[in-house]
């Protein structure tokens, strides 16, 4: 909590009652990632006014502004206010990506790593990174499937040769135009739907080699669920089938970390993430059984018995793996 302006008694009481306003309480669309209800915080002026009520008054105008034109001006002043607040430090690499400033990015990304990045969700994306084919693009949705990558890339220079295409970024129609540009992309003038720009990344450019994040909005993933292919933990857009399950093997035998994959955790991010693993596993024990790799197969499905203990849905996985 950011301590207020002034020594009075009085206020300091009235302080510790208020909170700092957090995107994570805000109540979105899964799907769509449209606002259903945000916070408002009361406009203040600095005259009479504490730190916590002013960063809250910047920040909520940042969260309230409108998703295709948001308002970092605003998220600058809120962390001007409180630099210390891990929340705002995805945003923040968010607007320096969006400015092309790769040094600043970069800070926030190092900070990230250092408040928020735990092993389990580290490990998570080196797989992601390796489940890509050389210089794919890779469409990603949310948070904790874009800031681990980052830093990967970023600070530890692990490949960079992937092209990251965050959802929240491609909303914004001059980043989008400027995605084109470098990419080479096909993409439509304008977008109803903002959700349909996923989609087109991979309809309308078939000379580029596109990935989705498992984590995308099933409202994408639905639409061209004929032509996804799970590699691991992205899957691959193709116009002919795709023989994948060579593909998954490979990655997971020589190119996956495996550490934390079912490593017992309280860390609920690390629980909900880490059941992405079970859709490759799937297909990767069908795979050993069909090969008559006994061995692997019965190891495969135990570790998604696991998977699924950790992540509390033990019943729902064992219903799965008995079809």
């Given at each position: 909590?950011i301590?207020?302006?002034?020594?009075?008694?009085?206020?300091?009481?009235?302080?510790?009652?208020?909170?700092?306003?957090s995107?994570?309480?805000?109540?979105?669309?899964?799907?769509?990632?449209?606002?259903?209800?945000?916070?408002q915080a009361?406009?203040?002026?600095?005259?009479?006014?504490?730190?916590?009520?002013?960063?809250?008054?910047?920040?909520?105008?940042?969260?309230?502004s409108?998703?295709?034109?948001?308002?970092?001006?605003?998220?600058?002043?809120?962390?001007?206010?409180?630099?210390?607040?891990?929340?705002?430090?995805?945003?923040?690499?968010?607007?320096?990506?969006?400015?092309?400033?790769?040094?600043?990015?970069k800070?926030?990304?190092?900070?990230?790593?250092?408040?928020?990045?735990?092993?389990?969700?580290?490990?998570?994306?080196?797989?992601?990174?390796?489940?890509?084919?050389?210089?794919?693009?890779?469409?990603?949705?949310?948070?904790?499937?874009?800031?681990?990558?980052?830093?990967?890339?970023?600070?530890?220079?692990?490949?960079?040769?992937?092209?990251?295409?965050?959802?929240?970024?491609?909303?914004?129609e001059?980043?989008?135009?400027?995605?084109?540009?470098?990419?080479?992309l096909?993409?439509?003038?304008?977008?109803?739907?903002?959700?349909?720009?996923?989609?087109?990344?991979?309809?309308?450019?078939k000379?580029?080699?596109?990935?989705?994040s498992?984590?995308?909005?099933?409202?994408?993933l639905?639409?061209l669920?004929?032509?996804?292919?799970?590699?691991?933990?992205?899957?691959?857009?193709?116009?002919?089938?795709?023989e994948?399950?060579?593909?998954?093997?490979?990655?997971?035998?020589?190119?996956?970390?495996?550490?934390?994959?079912?490593?017992?955790?309280n860390n609920?991010?690390?629980?909900?993430?880490?059941m992405?693993?079970?859709?490759?596993?799937?297909?990767?024990?069908?795979?050993?059984?069909?090969?008559?790799?006994?061995?692997?197969?019965?190891?495969?499905?135990?570790?998604?018995?696991?998977?699924?203990?950790?992540?509390?849905?033990?019943?729902?996985?064992?219903?799965?793996?008995?079809?």
């Amino acid at each position: 909590m950011i301590p207020i302006i002034g020594n009075s008694q009085s206020a300091e009481k009235k302080e510790s009652s208020q909170n700092a306003i957090s995107k994570y309480s805000i109540k979105m669309d899964k799907n769509t990632k449209e606002t259903i209800a945000i916070p408002q915080a009361e406009v203040v002026t600095v005259e009479n006014a504490s730190k916590l009520q002013i960063f809250n008054s910047y920040y909520s105008r940042y969260l309230n502004s409108d998703v295709q034109n948001k308002d970092f001006s605003s998220l600058l002043k809120a962390h001007d206010l409180n630099p210390s607040n891990s929340e705002l430090y995805f945003e923040l690499a968010k607007y320096y990506e969006m400015e092309q400033n790769a040094a600043k990015k970069k800070e926030f990304c190092a900070k990230l790593k250092t408040v928020k990045l735990s092993p389990a969700l580290r490990e998570y994306a080196y797989n992601t990174l390796m489940s890509v084919g050389l210089n794919g693009i890779l469409i990603t949705y949310g948070e904790d499937d874009t800031y681990p990558i980052w830093i990967l890339q970023t600070i530890e220079g692990i490949r960079n040769d992937v092209k990251i295409l965050n959802y929240d970024l491609m909303i914004n129609e001059q980043y989008r135009n400027r995605k084109k540009k470098e990419l080479g992309l096909n993409l439509a003038k304008s977008y109803g739907a903002n959700i349909a720009i996923l989609k087109d990344v991979a309809v309308k450019n078939k000379d580029k080699e596109v990935y989705y994040s498992l984590t995308v909005s099933h409202l994408v993933l639905k639409q061209l669920k004929s032509n996804l292919y799970p590699t691991g933990l992205a899957l691959k857009y193709s116009r002919n089938k795709l023989e994948n399950s060579q593909l998954i093997a490979t990655n997971w035998e020589s190119k996956f970390l495996k550490n934390y994959v079912s490593s017992e955790t309280n860390n609920s991010k690390d629980k909900k993430i880490n059941m992405n693993y079970i859709l490759p596993l799937m297909q990767l024990s069908k795979y050993y059984k069909e090969n008559d790799n006994m061995e692997k197969y019965e190891q495969t499905r135990a570790l998604i018995l696991a998977i699924g203990e950790n992540g509390g849905r033990k019943t729902q996985v064992e219903t799965l793996l008995n079809r």
